[in-house]
């Protein structure tokens, strides 16, 4: 080599060093299957990720290294993945020798960065197996031995004592019933999770969980005592007063296993031995609530030397271990709590507190009083008109918690199996003054981590944002439920679907979403139906477009918010069988049979003589989510390198589209229903060919216009109507419906008190009247949609299709609306990622932070030969920023990881 070149090279070679490898690149965060240091996991094959992170820009992992070690100490090494070059840091499957059922495995990580510089091993992180074979169970399922009461059925209560006379070196305690359960070790409670085992398809797949109990378990006499609960296993379920769902039988499963420090282990698991009696929970059901009669309790049952003499031995039943599978997802966990807000007497004397937030969960009362004296809590959202305590939109629901006092002293309650969607209680039976500390609402829901966080200059826009983050605390209580509070609380799918992609940027919904996948694939009928709720407790095998469609849309939007791709890999059997279902019910490619729930509660005026309603023709909508969902599938296709597949649906596509054409589209580009939901849909589907679709974005805006500036669309149309507003040029009017605060819009119920979103548009009516009361939730997330387009376009937080999970970020935030500022926060699994900007007296200020490892393209705004500048400098002067170019008024950058702060002067009106 030339000595001048030599030297040039070295040159370079300095520049880039000084500019890439400054500070060392430290590892943290470590998941293991998306979780923290999980117990009890059942995948052979389970994916680790972690997150990078250094001060320097443009951080990239060229390599990393991966070490696991079995055992308790951690000593026995079972893989090491050697130095792999791969810029793969999230999901990185485990490829050592077999994992096996029971253990701890232990692992690190340390990365190369693109200096070439490596790492520091990373602090431990670990998981434990749970049960990898039924024959791991040396459990027997029991059951009372003692005859029910038949309409109470009061709670079991499951007791077993057991000595350990050694050392425990750990200890894990795996449980499962039919039923709900709660369980205690030496009378301390085993884990902190509710509603257990959650709710799953059970005759197919019950979930077992897995517990650290190490530090529970004592020297000497140790007791484990149990109580079940009817729960969605038995309880009163869906309609009709149906019970006994899954079984008529509760049931319990329990095994748990010490092993002592000298290396001996033992297992005290549920069998013929244990002991069985009523406990004082007298009756619980989720819909009607929980009655507790405290002279009832059995001071002392879960502790040892208690005398269950009169206590009848349990008996053992034959029930099955096949479907038994670790839970995977976050449990039920309380979270936020609240004391009373306002303690006060309605126009009709009822006594009432107020908790200031309509939330999900129970409340917890602290009483003195004699034994036998009983308070009656019941649970409404609202109050009526008058200010009355108002729960005719319960239906059926009692949703009322009942305790009788034992009578020594202060006592505390608090219902075990059953949930309320509340704001007000209303207490009956109090003894003594009602104090507001008396009594504390807690909130329960799933315990996905919060990844969202959206504020504005616009007060009314950041409560619709807490009442979308409130409506999803709400509903995901291990499945998505349309609502928390009547005699329904079921995984509706259509409701689920529409969400699902505002929900993935407010908590880290994953695993949340894969299991429940599960479950969509488990109903699922022969033909390849999928049913209106998951779990299917309506028993039907049935279909409605929107609501089926759940089974192509929540697999696809969790790859491109994680970039998840074992929940395509998991759900593309069901994925195509939904649209081959469709193909199958087609007549000249057109799906136009049987009945659906159509554009449900769109906007309809009570007074309608003049044609207001907008309804949207049924089978258009059915025929644009099965070009929709027949998309989704293609691209899955591509995504598993399933090309065949690919081709032959992308065929299909076609003719979907054509047919829609010929059927739905008149020759002047007219759509047969002209309503905001048609051309919506038609728009985001992409179902007109290029040339007409200008004028039919025109024509929705013509029609936004008629109704003089508000929207009309129901569930399946109000996702995507700013979108498609935003992608054909018109975020200024998507901005309008935004800050509409008149009936319909979603400013109204804001602007009427609600601290949730609403089932309807008009659940109060401006006059104080409410909807009809058998439909008239005042939680149900599906309206909340709309915060996937003020992340995605206000704030302008997106991941591209080919970096999904955020590993190639896109960031375009959209100033409008007179905001004068806007913050959104988006945890991923590589990290932080930021928008933050801000108007400025004729310009913008835009921070943005990009976590390492990933990349972006950030689209700076109204660019017209504006100034802009990062950091002060001229953006010229900057070269870790690349200037991509211009596209229709927006100056484009390829960035890769850091704090950036951009300015933007000379901006154009
Ligand atoms: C539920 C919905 C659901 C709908 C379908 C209602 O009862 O609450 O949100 O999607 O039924 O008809």
Redesign the pocket.
């Known amino acids: 080599m030339p000595a001048m070149y030599k030297k040039l090279c070295i040159v370079a070679f300095l520049q880039l060093s000084a500019f890439f490898c400054i500070a060392q690149v430290t590892v943290q965060h470590l998941l293991t299957e998306n979780l923290s240091n999980p117990i009890g996991l059942d995948n052979k094959a389970p994916r680790l990720s972690w997150q990078l992170s250094g001060t320097q820009r443009n951080i990239v992992q060229a390599a990393y290294e991966i070490r696991v070690s079995a055992g308790a100490d951690g000593k026995k090494p079972v893989w090491n993945s050697g130095k792999v070059v791969s810029a793969q840091s999230v999901q990185v499957p485990y490829a050592g020798t077999a994992l096996e059922s029971r253990q701890r495995y232990t692992w690190q990580v340390r990365v190369w960065d693109n200096g070439g510089k490596a790492s520091a091993w990373s602090s431990p992180a670990f998981w434990l197996t749970g049960m990898f074979s039924p024959t791991d169970w040396k459990a027997q399922w029991i059951q009372p031995g003692y005859a029910e009461e038949s309409t109470l059925q009061a709670s079991p209560l499951f007791r077993k004592e057991f000595s350990s006379g050694k050392k425990v070196g750990s200890a894990t305690a795996t449980i499962t019933a039919h039923g709900l359960y709660e369980a205690q070790l030496n009378g301390r409670r085993i884990g902190d999770a509710y509603l257990t085992p959650g709710w799953t398809s059970y005759n197919k797949r019950l979930q077992y969980q897995v517990y650290d109990v190490t530090d529970l378990v004592k020297n000497g006499k140790n007791t484990i005592g149990v109580t079940l609960g009817s729960g969605w296993y038995r309880g009163f379920i869906a309609w009709g007063g149906q019970h006994n769902f899954y079984g008529k039988d509760l049931a319990l499963l329990f095994q748990l296993e010490i092993r002592y420090s000298d290396g001996s282990s033992e297992i005290i698991a549920s069998d013929g031995s244990w002991k069985a009696t009523a406990g004082p929970i007298r009756n619980s059901e989720i819909y009607d609530g929980e009655t507790i009669d405290g002279r009832e309790e059995k001071t002392g049952w879960t502790l040892a030397g208690y005398n269950d003499a009169g206590w009848p031995s349990v008996k053992t039943a034959a029930l099955p271990f096949e479907h038994l599978l670790a839970s995977s997802s976050e449990p039920v966990r309380k979270h936020e709590t609240f004391t009373g807000k306002r303690v006060f007497t309605t126009p009709k004397g009822e006594k009432l507190i107020d908790f200031g937030q309509n939330l999900v969960g129970w409340v917890v009362v602290k009483v003195k009083g004699k034994a036998g004296d009983k308070i009656r809590i019941s649970h409404a959202e609202v109050l009526d008109k008058e200010g009355n305590f108002y729960t005719d939109n319960l239906r059926i629901a009692k949703a009322q918690d009942t305790y009788i006092l034992k009578g020594d002293g202060e006592e505390s309650f608090e219902p075990h199996f059953t949930f309320h969607g509340f704001r007000y209680i209303r207490i009956e039976g109090y003894p003594g003054e009602l104090l507001p500390d008396h009594f504390t609402a807690v909130a329960l829901y799933s315990d996905m981590p919060k990844t969202g966080s959206f504020q504005c200059s616009n007060t009314l826009v950041n409560q619709l944002q807490h009442n979308i983050e409130w409506g999803q605390q709400g509903n995901f209580l291990d499945v998505p439920t349309?609502?928390p509070q009547r005699d329904?609380r079921?995984g509706?799918?259509?409701?689920a679907q529409v969400f699902s992609r505002t929900a993935a940027y407010i908590r880290g919904v994953d695993n949340f979403f894969a299991k429940w996948l599960k479950d969509v694939a488990a109903d699922q009928g022969a033909s390849g139906t999928v049913p209106?709720v998951i779990p299917n407790v309506l028993g039907k095998d049935d279909r409605?477009t929107g609501?089926s469609d759940v089974a192509t849309i929540i697999p696809w939007n969790v790859y491109l918010a994680y970039g998840d791709k074992r929940v395509l890999e998991d759900q593309y059997p069901s994925m195509k069988a939904w649209v081959d279902y469709m193909k199958g019910q087609s007549r000249n490619d057109l799906w136009n049979t049987g009945s659906h729930?159509g554009d449900?509660l769109f906007y309809r005026p009570f007074d309608d003589n003049d044609g207001r309603s907008a309804v949207t023709d049924k089978y258009l909508i059915a025929q644009c989510f099965y070009a929709h969902s027949t998309e989704l599938l293609i691209r899955t296709a591509n995504v598993l390198g399933k090309t065949q597949d690919a081709a032959d649906y992308g065929r299909l596509l076609k003719k979907i589209k054509d047919a829609f054409h010929r059927e739905y589209v008149t020759p002047s580009g007219r759509l047969v229903s002209g309503t905001q939901t048609a051309y919506t849909l038609a728009l985001q589907f992409d179902m007109l060919p290029e040339a007409e679709r200008k004028q039919a974005a025109q024509r929705l805006v013509e029609n936004i216009k008629d109704y003089r500036t508000h929207l009309t669309t129901g569930?399946l149309g109000t996702p995507y109507l700013c979108h498609v507003l935003s992608d054909y040029g018109y975020t200024d009017i998507a901005y309008k419906l935004l800050l509409q605060d008149s009936y319909p819009s979603w400013l109204y119920p804001v602007k009427m008190g609600a601290t949730t979103i609403w089932?309807r548009w008009d659940g109060i009516r401006p006059d104080s009247s409410f909807q009809t009361p058998g439909?008239n939730?005042f939680n149900?997330y599906?309206y909340g949609a709309i915060g996937d387009w003020m992340y995605r376009v206000v704030a302008g937080i997106d991941t591209y299709e080919d970096g999904p999970g955020y590993k190639h970020i896109r960031i375009q935030p959209h100033p409008g609306g007179g905001m004068t500022s806007v913050e959104a926060d988006l945890q991923t699994y590589y990290g932080k990622v930021s928008s933050h900007w801000r108007v400025e007296e004729g310009g913008l200020l835009l921070d943005v932070e990009i976590p390492a490892n990933t990349t972006a393209s950030v689209y700076l705004p109204s660019w017209d030969g504006a100034m802009v500048t990062e950091g002060g400098k001229p953006l010229g002067s900057l070269k870790e920023i690349e200037v991509k170019g211009v596209e229709t008024g927006w100056l484009i950058l390829n960035l890769g990881s850091g704090s950036y702060h951009f300015g933007i002067s000379g901006l154009r009106k």
Do not use: A
């Open positions: 349309d609502c329904e079921l509706w799918t259509g409701d209106f409605s609501w729930f449900w569930f089932e439909m939730s149900h599906s």
